[in-house]
């Protein structure tokens, strides 16, 4: 019954290689988020998706594409990867109110490895 | 633009102390959350202590507490009769709330709980 998974956990491949990494949340929330942990372990948003709108993107590569089949899904497609797009990416969910606190709940992380 | 600044790489104490994390913040907004997350080793984001800042009362849970100080924009972190489980990274987040705003992350503190 996990609430935000990530496929795969680990991904090494090839720069100049297209990839995919998949996140799922079970919890019914209206958004979802993807940020990407440095090396320094620095955490940094990268996209928010919130009933199928891109709501937020920070100034990240047109390389980095979000996609959201559907509330339950946001997949991140990296194209021509680089030896910089090496980090762990985080998938989160929260739902979205106000006057109430907005929890990210985040899934486990998945390490991209670009040789 | 919100920033967040812990100013404490890493902090080492003793099993059974305690120990407080700092964080300030910089912000115009007059309503917004701020968080702590827990990092340990599996590398899974583990929501530690919220605070909605229109709350004087400072958030407990067991062993964790916060020092918010509005005015002064801190908002410390104190884990009382520390364990060798409570080893781990701590970031603090702020989060503007109402929308899709993703979390606003300091480059966190690394704990370590000397047995």
């Known amino acids: 019954d996990t609430a935000v998974s990530q496929t795969p956990k680990y991904l090494v491949t090839q720069m100049g290689n297209d990839k995919s990494i998949k996140c799922e949340q079970n919890l019914g929330h209206d958004t979802m988020y993807w940020y990407k942990q440095d090396s320094k372990k620095f955490l940094k948003i990268m996209f928010s998706?919130?009933?199928?709108?891109?709501?937020i993107n920070e100034t990240v590569p047109n390389r980095f594409s979000p996609k959201s089949p559907d509330k339950a899904h946001l997949n991140l497609h990296i194209n021509s990867l680089e030896l910089g797009d090496s980090a762990v990416y985080f998938c989160?969910?929260?739902?979205?109110?106000?006057?109430?606190?907005?929890?990210?709940?985040f899934g486990p992380g998945t390490r991209l490895t670009v040789l | 633009a919100q920033t967040v600044t812990q100013s404490q790489p890493e902090m080492s104490v003793q099993e059974a102390e305690t120990v407080t994390l700092s964080c300030t913040y910089d912000t115009s907004e007059s309503n917004y959350y701020l968080f702590w997350y827990k990092q340990p080793p599996s590398r899974q984001m583990i929501l530690v202590i919220r605070q909605e800042a229109y709350k004087q009362q400072n958030a407990t849970e067991n062993r964790f507490s916060v020092n918010f100080q509005k005015a002064a924009k801190s908002f410390s972190l104190k884990i009382s009769d520390s364990q060798l489980g409570d080893t781990a990274m701590y970031f603090c987040a702020f989060f503007r709330g109402g929308g899709a705003d993703g979390l606003t992350f300091g480059k966190g503190t690394h704990l370590i709980i000397q047995p």
């Open positions: 989160a969910s929260s739902q979205t109110a106000s006057g109430r606190i907005n929890e990210q709940f």
């Open positions: 998706y919130n009933n199928k709108e891109l709501i």
